[in-house]
């Protein structure tokens, strides 16, 4: 008889699911996964695939029976559902009503609001002329529109800079979250996780750089980052983690303003794209601490292995195929760490990501973006 | 349509095809495993398993078909097997010619002589009396007795003392190698890895303790070392796989004698348990460098990133369920990183190894045989 150690299921089966399975090997866990077709990334490499749809409830109760433990690639559960396998005595970690502040915006953004975490100012605007109305409360325009469920990667969210192209987000029918444009310096993250036995840990604080609202790079540690505001980050990490009793990996995206304050742009309870630069930059990966904690096992040591650490996204290009390019990264640069994610390349879709650790940030850099790149097409040497 | 990356078939539901599995997700290829059961370590995690017999070239040929190469987690596929899927069209590598090196101690043997690399004297012997001559040549009793074929961890192997005893090897009708009793200062392996390109890197030499004949610990780098004497190591195995044409991992299984000189023990090729330090303790694992040679890719960075690395293998003792140990183990050292197989634990039987990283050797190593002692149950607190 084979052991029989604990079965995490994870619904989705993007990278991140990929990712968690391949960090779950060591821990001799069982991996389970739900996924909506045998090509998709993860249900490429998990053995226990069960092929679904995570809107159904009945598809949702076949994968999670056998579960220790069911938890996420992303938001897009049904509330009702999570709180049935509840009921059905399945662990949902995060549970439906710390996962609710990552499914809706005006949720988090009203309870950050009550917590006295730093925001943009926001509010939820009726149409078109509200958020005129609003543009006036906060100064003016240009004002950032969102809607509350559904959005990722730049997807849902709108910078508008009058009334008539307010009109666009209204048009998806679900509620309009305003918020004002902030005078950013630059975008961080601090990475969190938490075990329901309340233990929890602080990644290093990152610096996010995106690209058409998509992150392209991740530095780790964020450069030039005072103490005192990387503490004030993690605070505010940890601060949230705990108040909305979150299990698992949370990731808080913030804004450091030019008049020094930082605000919180968006959460997500999972593993997440700040921080893929742990699989190879830290003691452990974020993906290993987020099976840990769902599992509610002692979570591991956080902190980075390098001086610095950087990581660029691989995206879609003109090549349908980045195998051939493996050649020329690998050749020219044998430090470089590769992450693709068996995804169809479709032009602007992350489909991979290259990590890069050393002493020597700008060779660092360099070279990370270069494998990046050379991986999309975008450059031929 | 999903992205085709070409697909690598290893032969052999272990550990090592485990974690081969695990190195090959952020590559981004397909991995397709040959295994006896569902409930092989390997099989519990990967995605594209076949269930079937390695000696039963019908199965190896439904394994292959959609294979670009085949490589492996153990040596026991026969030869001729080997040459009719080479036949098929399949890349096999390690290839027929090499791979006989390591499944054939009497002709490893014969082939490193012709070569030049220094072994413990050894022959082919006929029976005990024949035995005692050799006793007689080499300057006395003990004396080491090693079936050709199908050994490993200590298996297959005996140290006699006299005649009656060196009876027992002949019983299993395969020929016997005898080889001196070799009074060796420690054990050291080297390990490189080549691809048909012929490209090579080298790992760190390192210092591998056994028990019962059971590697128990490896530490990377080999404490006190020489530089000379470690270059020496490197050339000897860098020699090897090129005299001997390997494609993937080489492990050099070597003794340092107490008068100063390297004498070869064992080779095998592919992954090695004195390689599994380099997961959690060099740039680019073996289990990656074995992916990317057998793909003809470039080779992954071999070097160490931390000082000091010690592996730990935990072995069954007399708990069958080790799982409630992680509390203790992972609560008292968020460091330690520990690699569990999925295997039914049996006493001495290799079931996980913990890996640690450091500065202070001894530090690293007393937490690395705290912890996998504590998951054997050989320690309570």
Redesign the interface.
Known sequence: ???T??IVGMVGGGQLA??T??AG????I??RLLAASA?ESA?????D?VLGDEKALGDLRTFAQPCAVVTFDHEHVPTEHLRALEADGIAVRPGPDALVHAQDKGVMRERLAEIGIPCPRNRIVADPADVAAFADEVGGWPVVLKTVRGGYDGKGVWVVGDTEAAAAPFRAGVPVLAEEKVDFARELAANVVRSPHGQA?AYPVVESIQEDGVCREVIAPAPDLSEERAVEAQRIALRIAGELDVTGHLAVELFETRDGRILVNELAMRPHNSGHWT?DGA??SQFENHL?AVLD?????PRA??KWTVMVNVLGGDY????PA??HV??RD??V?????????KPGRK??HVTVCGDDLDDVRARANHAADYLRGSITE
Chains 1, 2 share one sequence.
């Open positions: 008889m084979p052991v150690y604990p990929r990712m399975h391949q090997i060591p821990l001799g069982r991996f090509d249900a490429q490499a998990v053995a695939t840990v699989i003691v452990t840990r096992l002692p979570l591991g040591d292995r390098a349908p195929d980045m195998y493996y050649l690998m050749a044998p430090g760490k590769v992450h693709m994610y068996g995804k169809e390349v489909v991979g």
